[in-house]
């Protein structure tokens, strides 16, 4: 039982390059959410999904998307990468609303 | 606007110390409130929730509290080990809308030997 796992754990990207973020857990979990971490600032939701095929915007979603093709996988993209998205991003999952969120390692990401 | 504010944003005690937490919230309607830990370089770990009907919950060392009328939770550390270095995250969910739950920006404690 993983848990919550985060593919890559790091990645340095060059302005205007896009990639993509994989989030998966083992949990049969319905909600996924996706956050950055700035020093700072404290953790912001970035896009969440109450169900698979489902997506919603959180707090901060300029400059990302998200798909929930399958139930286990939350799959967050930068089309064209920025040095504002320089950040440490985590995933969580949890069975339902106002339950715990279970994190994954995170993800840190530099844009130069 | 939902708020959670946390003091102090630092703390270093020294190990053995006890050391105390604030949480203060204006999240509503109320539903719960969790204590997070976050070990550097990992996600943060679950440490109690507490709904609004409870005033003490107990894990361990860590004893946290909540006063429903003042909208203020504190997390207590007892004997405090150098594995209790670490970021601390209180986060209030609100009842109805999208469950978004909204999160303090932490409290980072260093015990020192």
């Known amino acids: 039982n993983a848990g919550v796992t985060q593919t890559p754990k790091f990645r340095v990207l060059k302005t205007g390059q896009s990639m993509t973020l994989l989030c998966a857990q083992d949990?049969?979990?319905?909600?996924m959410y996706w956050y950055r971490q700035d020093p700072g600032m404290g953790l912001r939701l970035i896009h969440y999904?109450?169900?698979?095929?489902?997506?919603a915007k959180g707090e901060v979603p300029d400059g990302y998307n998200v798909s929930r093709l399958k139930k286990q996988n939350f799959l967050l993209g930068l089309e064209s990468a920025a040095p504002s998205q320089t950040s440490v991003y985590f995933c969580?999952?949890?069975?339902?609303?106002?339950?715990?969120?279970?994190f994954g390692p995170g993800t840190r990401l530099t844009v130069t | 606007k939902n708020q959670v504010e946390q003091s102090p944003q630092s703390l270093i005690i020294l190990e053995g110390k006890n050391c105390t937490l604030q949480?203060?919230?204006?999240?509503?309607?109320?539903?719960?409130l969790r204590w997070y830990k976050q070990d550097t370089g990992r996600g943060p770990v679950s440490l109690t929730i507490?709904?609004?009907?409870?005033n003490t919950k107990s894990n361990g060392r860590y004893t946290a509290t909540l006063d429903a009328d003042t909208k203020q939770s504190s997390l207590h550390i007892t004997a405090s080990q150098l594995s209790d270095s670490a970021s601390y995250i209180c986060?209030?969910?609100?009842?109805?809308?999208?469950?978004?739950?909204?999160f303090g920006r932490g409290t980072s404690l260093i015990v020192h030997p």
């Open positions: 949990m049969n979990h319905e909600y």
């Open positions: 999904s109450v169900g698979e095929g489902t997506t």
């Open positions: 986060v209030v969910s609100a009842r109805g809308g999208s469950y978004i739950p909204t």
């Open positions: 507490m709904t609004f009907s409870e």
């Open positions: 949480c203060n919230y204006t999240v509503s309607p109320f539903s719960n």
């Open positions: 969580a999952s949890s069975p339902a609303p106002l339950y715990e969120q279970y």
